[in-house]
C-alpha cells in the first residue's frame, strides 16, 4: 500500500510561483512513477507532469503542453518527495492538484486510469 500527502497549495496572485510537495510512504519509492494531475471545478482531471522511472537512477521527465517550460517536476528519493515547482502561475492553473503514483518501470502514459495511488489533493489558486 502507498500513501500519498500533498502539501503546499494556496492562493496566489498571476505571475507568481507555488511549490508543491508530495510526501510518498513505500520502501521502493524510488522505482514509482510519480506524476501531478489537476482537476479545475466542472472539468474532468487532467496530466500536469511526471516523472517516469526507467531502471536504476534513470527518470524521465514529461508535461502538458500548458505548463511546459513554467512548471518542473522534481523528486528526492533519500526524502520519499516529489515536487512540483510552479512558476508564471494563469488563472487558468487553478485546480486541485493530485499527486499519484503508478508502479512498475516505464512510462504509463498521462491517463489517469495508469496510476494506482493518490493522494487527496491540494487546491491551487491563481487571481487576475
Known amino acids: 500500500q502507498v500513501q500519498l500527502v500533498e502539501s503546499g497549495g494556496g492562493l496566489v496572485q498571476a505571475g507568481g510561483s507555488l511549490r508543491l510537495s508530495c510526501a510518498a510512504s513505500?520502501?521502493?519509492?524510488?522505482?514509482?512513477?510519480m506524476a501531478w494531475f489537476r482537476q479545475a471545478p466542472g472539468k474532468e482531471r487532467e496530466f500536469a507532469a511526471a516523472?517516469?522511472?526507467?531502471?536504476?537512477?534513470?527518470?524521465?521527465?514529461y508535461y502538458a503542453d500548458s505548463v511546459k517550460g513554467r512548471f518542473t517536476i522534481s523528486r528526492d528519493n533519500a526524502k520519499n518527495t516529489i515536487n512540483l515547482q510552479m512558476n508564471i502561475l494563469k488563472p487558468e492553473d487553478t485546480a486541485v492538484y493530485y499527486c499519484?503514483?503508478?508502479?512498475?518501470?516505464?512510462?504509463?502514459?498521462?491517463?489517469?486510469?495508469?496510476?494506482?495511488?493518490w493522494g487527496q489533493g491540494t487546491q491551487v489558486t491563481v487571481s487576475s
Open positions: 516523472l517516469s522511472w526507467s531502471g536504476g537512477n534513470t527518470y524521465y521527465a
Open positions: 513505500g520502501r521502493t519509492f524510488s522505482s514509482y512513477t
Open positions: 499519484a503514483a503508478a508502479l512498475g518501470e516505464g512510462w504509463v502514459g498521462k491517463n489517469s486510469m495508469a496510476y494506482d495511488y
